[in-house]
Each structure stands twice: as C-alpha cells, then as structure tokens.
C-alpha cells in the first residue's frame, strides 16, 4: 500500500504522538462496524450502539493497514519544486470525477506481481501511487520474502536497505500475535487472513519532472476470516500521500505518511458471516489501477 516515529508509516519527525500505541496508526483512530443480530459468530451478535468504544480489534486493525508505512517517518519529506507538467509530452489529465480517466495506457509491465513502467507524466505518478499503496497494504507484509520483493518493488533503491530493516522490526512475533497470526506470521488452520487496501481516489498534490507528491485516498480491510475467528475482518478510511522520485525509468516512492480519514458514515449493512467473509476473500482478486 503505505507512510516519523517507532509508531508509524507516518508523521514528520517533530508530530507529537499519545501513548496510545495504536494511535493514528492505520489512519483509523476508531471504527464502527454494525453487527446482525441472532448469529454467533464472530462477525455478528447483539447491534452495539453507534457511540460504543473502539475495541482491542479495531486497534489492531488501524495498525496493521498502515503498518507497511512504519519506516518512513523520519526518512524525509516532500518536494519543494513548483507544480508543473512531467516530463514527456501531450499529457491528459483526469478530473476528479471517477470515471475521468486519462486514457493512458497505465503500465508497460510488471515487477514480480506489482505493476511497472509507468508513464513519465501525471497520471502515471498516479497509477503508480495507488498501486505501491495497494501493495503495501496486502497481507503479504506479513511474508517476509514478500516483504523484501515488495519493498524492493516499491520503493527507490537509496531507501530500500534501511526500510528493510526497519520493517522486519516491526513485523515482529507480538505483532504477529496481536493480528490473530501464529508467531511465525503463518495464519491459523481454517482461518483466513485479510490485509487488503482499497483505493478511492488519487490527487496530485505537487510535481516536477524528477519528483511527485501523490495523495491516495483509501479504504482498508483487516482481520481472521473463518469460523472461530476472534478478530473479524473491520474497515478503516485513510489517506496516504506518497513522495515519489523518478528513478530507472519509473516513479518509486521516495517517503511516505498518512493520515486519518476522509471517513463517511456507515451505511449499517448487515455484517456478514465469517464464512461469507473468507470466500468472498479468496473468490474475488485484486486490480491494477490508472488514472
């Protein structure tokens, strides 16, 4: 997917932080997740009130998403170059209706399951923004060879070896654990992992030729799918922004933060069941998204 302190993927260096060790982490300082009534599994039971608490799940759940942003913190910071066209010419840009798309082809190819040779202009530092934000929010963070070959995808070079380390930090045992993962990060049998990031939107924030700032808007899933689950799949609304550099011909990020929110109100859909849950997860994939 995400994005500095020991917490997160996230603020400048001098941002103050609580004691809270999930604060702001995941972008998702509190998550309201409506349950049916009359079932007993993990994703549904009594309706809680609207105001009720934020639970040890939804906690967990904020760190996970933006966890893959941890080492970026205090790794530098945006570009000071004035806004202006990318290099390569004729570029056409998209409003921010949704369906405004460039027309671009978005990528050339692909490094190992992440897109690829994005195109030297605005859109491209787009589609490329909300790709790396995808991927660094996938359950395979939490593999530490897909780990390395996401990071390595991802990012420029000069940053790689130093996030690498920082991220097998924090992709620790008791995180493994706090997650519903066994200590190896493998996940329990008859269990289904979800660490899914879900783009909404992008917004070129600044760009010269060589550099580009990107927000991404997104939504997130977290959690054990399956019977017996104890922490249920939650959602969570952030917004990531990446600074990326043109690098090798193609924009990788450079540094990244995050931050809570936009987040609309639920819309009170019945919770479905934890089954319902792990299926859709293995039954539907992912996408590869342009601007």
């Known amino acids: 997917m995400s ?34 009534e009359g079932d007993s599994d993990g994703y549904s039971g009594t ?16 760190v996970v998403l933006l966890l893959a942003a941890i080492a970026f913190a ?5 570009t000071d170059d004035d806004a202006s066209g990318a290099g390569g010419s004729g570029d056409s840009k998209a409003g921010a209706a949704p369906t405004a798309a460039t027309g671009t082809k978005p990528v050339t190819g692909k490094n190992g399951t992440i897109a690829s040779g994005f195109a030297h202009n605005e859109q491209g530092a787009q589609s490329a923004a909300t790709n790396y934000a995808v991927a660094l929010g996938s359950a395979e963070m939490f593999n530490a060879t897909s780990r390395q070959e996401i990071l390595q995808a991802t990012h420029d070079p000069a940053v790689v070896g130093r996030l690498q380390t920082d991220m097998d930090k924090a992709y620790s045992a008791s995180l493994f654990k706090n997650v519903g993962l066994n200590e190896d990060g493998s996940t329990p049998s008859g269990l289904t992992f979800v660490s899914r990031t879900v783009p909404v939107g992008t917004k070129v924030v600044d760009q010269s030729n060589e550099t580009a700032t990107v927000e991404v808007w997104c939504t997130g899933l977290v959690g054990m799918a399956g019977q017996g689950s104890t922490k249920p799949v939650t959602e969570t609304w952030f917004t990531i922004t990446e600074h990326l ?47």
């Open 3 to 36: 994005h500095g302190d020991g917490h997160g993927y996230g603020s400048d260096s001098g941002s103050s932080r609580t004691d809270d060790g999930y604060s702001t982490l995941g972008g998702t300082r509190q998550t309201r997740t409506r349950f049916a």
């Open 47 to 62: 309706r809680r009130p609207a105001r009720s608490s934020r639970s040890l799940v939804t906690m967990v759940g904020v």
């Open 74 to 78: 205090n790794m530098g910071g945006g």
């Open 245 to 291: 550099k043109w690098v090798a011909n193609d924009w990788k990020i450079e540094s990244s933060n995050q931050k809570e929110g936009p987040t609309p109100v639920s819309g009170g859909n019945r919770a479905s069941t934890a089954d319902e849950i792990a299926g859709a997860v293995e039954q539907y994939g992912g996408f590869t998204y342009a601007r």
